[in-house]
């Protein structure tokens, strides 16, 4: 009765409503624990609020439906309760209506009278085209029917649902817009943007309204006025003094990045990529990624110079590269079973005398280029256990055009990865030829050391082969090329993540 009296006068409940009966309920059953338990003493405050908590969290109502403002529930029959607002969501092609299944062994299914389906046999398909016809004719006001209509991936065209095709040409056939000039379809379809930030949904338009500060916020951030960009440098630098004598090796690099050479040769910044932090726990394993890929590939190059596999693991085990033990052993044997077929693929093609020669070649701006290639006869080898990357594509290259420029060997390049059955090859060119080649590098050599040239390999040779033949469409080409320079779900390292071109 005290609890009664409580409710009674501290809240504003109806009677007759929902909640008041739960209330109601709820003091019952205390009332029913006491007199069964014949409990006469006092309830401490404590236990009775633990109770009422669980009680209340436990508390479902019968049936949710019609019960508040907002009503979600499933297309059921016998509901086409008349509503003014009804909302139809994910009326997408193939997902609704739905397929009828015929079994093999129903044979209700499968005889047919007078090409019909007996009539106790019901058809999901049939029974979903009849209740999308009763939640039309229950929308008072407003109808309210949504689709995916294009592909977050591709941005391709997706059709709805058969029967809101039917019905749009229905509307079609029946009803134009009057003082307009475009089709009643445009006039009746939104086709909203893939976000909800887009500015289009915060400007004076009919079609796309939002009401969230949230996403305004977000689309003024990433729309609204900007601070204007500013690069590293504006004007090319002049150097005072020019280097003219350079290693193939750096000139590799600075096509790998030319971005990073400037900033860090030509102006003198460095930049730390991330922070090197020792780890305080004991080795165990090799944790894959980019640990694994060191180790296979040192392993590759053990092995294809004949040394001893025990004579690695007491290395590997030194540097702190593979724990110490058995465990440390085992990880490398099954490394080298990895690697194995990897590793005859390439002997067969480092087949011949092996020689290395001190070349060097004077291009036309006076810079004078040193290398050391590795011949194996007349073949050059590069070969990385991973898979073929387009800096593999341009070191080989720039190899081969520095070898075949220098007159003194006709010379076959091969690269050799793990992914290609084939080997990349590029065959002996005339020296003339090879010359040209170089001297438009060397020329670009020099300009990157006046400025930052925007060059960069792997979202280069993706255009490449995009475009190439036009093997896609132009509208798609640039989606492509961001999702290779700014990253994607691929776990590629992105060229943008590196932070001279970040600053570049």
Same mark, same amino acid.
């Given at each position: 009765?005290?609890?009664?009296?409580?409710?009674?006068?501290?809240?504003?409940?109806?009677?007759?409503?929902?909640?008041?009966?739960?209330?109601?309920?709820?003091?019952?059953?205390?009332?029913?624990?006491?007199?069964?338990?014949?409990?006469?003493?006092?309830?401490?405050?404590?236990?009775?609020? *633990?109770?009422?908590?669980? %009680?209340? $969290?436990? +508390?479902?109502? =019968?049936?949710?439906? &019609? /019960?508040?403002?907002?009503?979600?529930?499933?297309?059921?029959?016998?509901?086409?309760?008349?509503?003014?607002?009804?909302?139809?969501?994910?009326?997408?092609?193939?997902?609704?209506?739905?397929?009828?299944?015929?079994?093999?062994?129903?044979?209700?299914?499968?005889?047919?009278?007078?090409?019909?389906?007996?009539?106790?046999?019901?058809?999901?398909?049939?029974?979903?085209?009849?209740?999308?016809?009763?939640?039309?004719?229950? *929308?008072?006001?407003?109808? %309210?029917? $949504?689709? +995916?209509?294009? =592909?977050?991936?591709? &941005? /391709?065209?997706?059709?709805?649902?058969?029967?809101?095709?039917?019905?749009?040409?229905?509307?079609?056939?029946?009803?134009?817009?009057?003082?307009?000039?475009?089709?009643?379809?445009?006039?009746?379809?939104?086709?909203?943007?893939?976000?909800?930030?887009?500015?289009?949904?915060?400007?004076?338009?009919?079609?796309?309204?939002?009401?969230?500060?949230?996403?305004?916020?977000?689309?003024?951030?990433?729309?609204?006025?900007?601070?204007?960009?500013?690069?590293?440098?504006?004007?090319?630098?002049?150097?005072?003094?020019?280097?003219?004598?350079?290693?193939?090796?750096?000139?590799?690099?600075?096509?790998?990045?030319?971005?990073?050479?400037?900033?860090?040769?030509?102006?003198?910044?460095?930049?730390?990529?991330?922070?090197?932090?020792?780890?305080?726990?004991?080795?165990?394993?090799?944790?894959?990624?980019?640990?694994?890929?060191?180790?296979?590939?040192?392993?590759?190059?053990?092995?294809?110079?004949?040394?001893?596999?025990?004579?690695?693991?007491?290395?590997?085990?030194?540097?702190?590269?593979?724990?110490?033990?058995?465990?440390?052993?085992?990880?490398?044997?099954?490394?080298?079973?990895?690697?194995?077929?990897?590793?005859?693929?390439?002997?067969?093609?480092?087949?011949?005398?092996?020689?290395?020669?001190?070349?060097?070649?004077?291009?036309?701006?006076?810079?004078?280029?040193?290398?050391?290639?590795?011949?194996?006869?007349?073949?050059?080898?590069?070969?990385?256990?991973?898979?073929?990357?387009?800096?593999?594509?341009?070191?080989?290259?720039?190899?081969?055009?520095?070898?075949?420029?220098?007159?003194?060997?006709?010379?076959?390049?091969?690269?050799?990865?793990?992914?290609?059955?084939?080997?990349?090859?590029?065959?002996?060119?005339?020296?003339?030829?090879?010359?040209?080649?170089?001297?438009?590098?060397?020329?670009?050599?020099?300009?990157?050391?006046?400025?930052?040239?925007?060059?960069?390999?792997?979202?280069?040779?993706?255009?490449?082969?995009?475009?190439?033949?036009?093997?896609?469409?132009?509208?798609?080409?640039?989606?492509?090329?961001?999702?290779?320079?700014?990253?994607?779900?691929?776990?590629?390292?992105?060229?943008?993540?590196?932070?001279?071109?970040?600053?570049?």
């Amino acid at each position: 009765e005290y609890y009664n009296n409580l409710i009674n006068t501290m809240l504003d409940v109806d009677n007759n409503s929902h909640d008041y009966e739960n209330i109601q309920n709820l003091f019952l059953s205390l009332l029913a624990i006491v007199t069964g338990n014949k409990l006469n003493d006092n309830i401490e405050f404590l236990v009775m609020k *633990a109770w009422l908590e669980d %009680f209340f $969290s436990e +508390q479902r109502a =019968s049936s949710n439906f &019609l /019960s508040k403002g907002i009503t979600f529930c499933q297309l059921l029959p016998m509901r086409s309760i008349p509503f003014k607002v009804v909302c139809l969501l994910g009326m997408n092609d193939g997902q609704f209506p739905r397929l009828d299944e015929n079994i093999s062994f129903d044979i209700l299914r499968n005889e047919k009278y007078n090409n019909a389906l007996p009539r106790c046999i019901r058809s999901k398909r049939n029974d979903d085209r009849y209740l999308f016809l009763e939640s039309i004719i229950s *929308a008072k006001k407003y109808l %309210f029917i $949504s689709y +995916q209509g294009q =592909s977050p991936i591709d &941005l /391709s065209s997706k059709e709805p649902s058969i029967v809101v095709n039917e019905l749009l040409e229905y509307i079609e056939n029946g009803f134009y817009v009057q003082d307009q000039q475009q089709p009643i379809r445009d006039w009746i379809v939104t086709q909203h943007h893939l976000h909800h930030f887009h500015p289009a949904y915060f400007q004076d338009n009919r079609k796309y309204i939002s009401y969230s500060k949230m996403w305004l916020d977000e689309s003024k951030a990433l729309y609204g006025q900007k601070q204007e960009y500013q690069p590293l440098i504006t004007k090319p630098v002049e150097l005072q003094k020019h280097d003219t004598a350079i290693t193939m090796d750096e000139l590799i690099q600075f096509f790998n990045n030319p971005a990073r050479y400037f900033i860090t040769k030509v102006l003198g910044i460095y930049l730390r990529d991330t922070v090197i932090e020792l780890d305080s726990n004991e080795l165990l394993s090799i944790a894959g990624g980019l640990d694994e890929y060191a180790l296979n590939n040192e392993l590759v190059a053990w092995r294809i110079a004949n040394n001893d596999i025990q004579q690695f693991m007491y290395v590997k085990k030194k540097e702190g590269v593979i724990p110490d033990g058995i465990l440390g052993n085992v990880i490398v044997k099954n490394a080298d079973a990895n690697v194995a077929g990897f590793v005859e693929n390439v002997r067969e093609y480092c087949m011949g005398e092996k020689h290395s020669y001190e070349l060097t070649y004077t291009g036309h701006d006076g810079i004078t280029v040193t290398g050391t290639p590795t011949l194996y006869g007349e073949k050059q080898i590069f070969y990385r256990y991973a898979k073929l990357k387009a800096k593999d594509r341009l070191k080989a290259f720039l190899w081969h055009i520095f070898v075949c420029a220098t007159g003194e060997f006709g010379v076959t390049t091969y690269v050799l990865t793990k992914d290609e059955t084939q080997p990349l090859e590029y065959t002996n060119i005339p020296d003339e030829r090879a010359k040209t080649y170089l001297n438009k590098f060397l020329y670009l050599f020099n300009e990157g050391k006046r400025r930052i040239i925007p060059f960069f390999p792997e979202t280069s040779y993706t255009y490449y082969n995009l475009t190439e033949n036009k093997k896609k469409n132009e509208k798609y080409v640039v989606y492509d090329l961001e999702k290779i320079f700014y990253g994607d779900s691929d776990n590629n390292i992105p060229e943008y993540s590196d932070p001279h071109v970040k600053r570049a």
